[in-house]
C-alpha cells in the first residue's frame, strides 16, 4: 500500500510569484485535503475535494485554489505569492465514508523571499 | 479564535513512566477527536481517535479519554518509549464543520532515558 507523497519536498518563490504543490493519495483513497501549518502552529485547513470538486473550504483567499484528478491525486495552486505564506503545506487523503482519519504526506516547505 | 487549545508547549518524561498529553476545545459543535505523532521533516501519523459517543478508547500503549462536560481530552501513553519523542497534535471535526480537521497548536513530548 503507498502512503500519500507530496512534490516538491522543498520550494523557495519571490513574492507575487505563482507555486503549484502535488500531492498523491493514498492507494484506495478519495478524498484529498490541503493544510498550511506555519511555524510554531497547528496544520490549518485549507480546502478538500471529493469527486474533482471542492468539498468544504477554510479561511483562505480565492488565491489558494486547488485541483483534483480521475485518478484521484491533487494540485494546490497558490497566486501574488505573499511572504505569510511561507509554511509548510501538507497533503492528506481519506476515504470519503471515513474522512476525520485522514493519512497526511510528508509535506512541502514554501519558503516566500 | 483558538477553537482547539493544547496549553503545554512541550513535556518532559522519563523511560518508563506515562506521559499525559492534554487538549480543551471550545466548540461544541466537535464530535469526533484525533491525536497525531510529527516528527521532524514528516507529516503528521495518524495515533488514536475517540468518538464523541465515548469517553474512553485504548490502542495498545495509548489511551484518550473524553470529557464532554469539560471540553477536555488527555492521551496517555504507558510506557513511554525514547521512540515516543515527537510532537503532538490533537485535532477535532464534528457538525457542520464538513470533513476538516481543527488542530491545536502542538506539544513537544521528549522521553528521556
Known amino acids: 500500500e503507498t502512503g500519500v507523497t507530496q512534490s516538491p519536498t522543498h520550494l523557495i518563490k519571490t513574492r507575487g510569484q505563482q507555486v503549484t504543490l502535488r500531492c498523491s493519495s493514498q492507494?484506495?483513497?478519495?478524498?484529498v485535503s490541503w493544510y498550511q501549518q506555519a511555524l510554531g502552529q497547528g496544520p490549518q485547513f485549507i480546502f478538500q475535494?471529493?469527486?474533482?470538486?471542492?468539498?468544504g473550504r477554510g479561511n483562505f483567499p480565492p488565491r489558494f485554489s486547488g485541483l483534483q484528478f480521475p485518478n484521484y491525486s491533487s494540485e494546490l495552486n497558490v497566486n501574488a505569492l505573499e511572504l505569510d505564506d511561507s509554511a509548510l503545506y501538507l497533503c492528506?487523503?481519506?476515504?470519503?465514508?471515513?474522512?476525520?482519519?485522514?493519512?497526511f504526506g510528508p509535506g512541502t516547505r514554501l519558503t516566500v523571499l | 479564535d483558538q477553537q482547539v487549545k493544547q496549553n503545554s508547549p512541550s513535556l518532559s518524561v522519563q523511560e518508563g513512566r506515562i506521559s499525559i498529553l492534554n487538549c480543551d476545545y471550545t466548540?461544541?459543535?466537535?464530535?469526533?477527536f484525533l491525536w497525531y505523532k510529527k516528527y521532524p521533516a514528516e507529516g503528521p501519523t495518524f495515533l488514536i481517535s475517540?468518538?464523541?459517543?465515548?469517553d474512553k478508547n485504548e490502542d495498545g500503549r495509548f489511551t484518550v479519554f473524553l470529557n464532554k462536560s469539560a471540553k477536555h481530552l488527555s492521551l496517555h501513553i504507558v510506557p513511554s518509549q525514547p521512540g515516543d519523542s515527537a510532537v503532538y497534535f490533537c485535532?477535532?471535526?464534528?457538525?457542520?464543520?464538513?470533513?476538516?480537521?481543527?488542530f491545536g497548536t502542538g506539544t513537544q513530548l521528549k522521553v528521556e532515558l
Open positions: 492528506a487523503s481519506s476515504l470519503v465514508t471515513a474522512a476525520n482519519e485522514q493519512f
Open positions: 492507494s484506495g483513497h478519495n478524498t
Open positions: 475535494y471529493y469527486r474533482e470538486e471542492e468539498n
Open positions: 466548540n461544541s459543535m466537535f464530535d469526533y
Open positions: 475517540i468518538s464523541s459517543i465515548k
Open positions: 485535532a477535532a471535526s464534528g457538525t457542520g464543520g464538513g470533513n476538516k480537521l481543527t
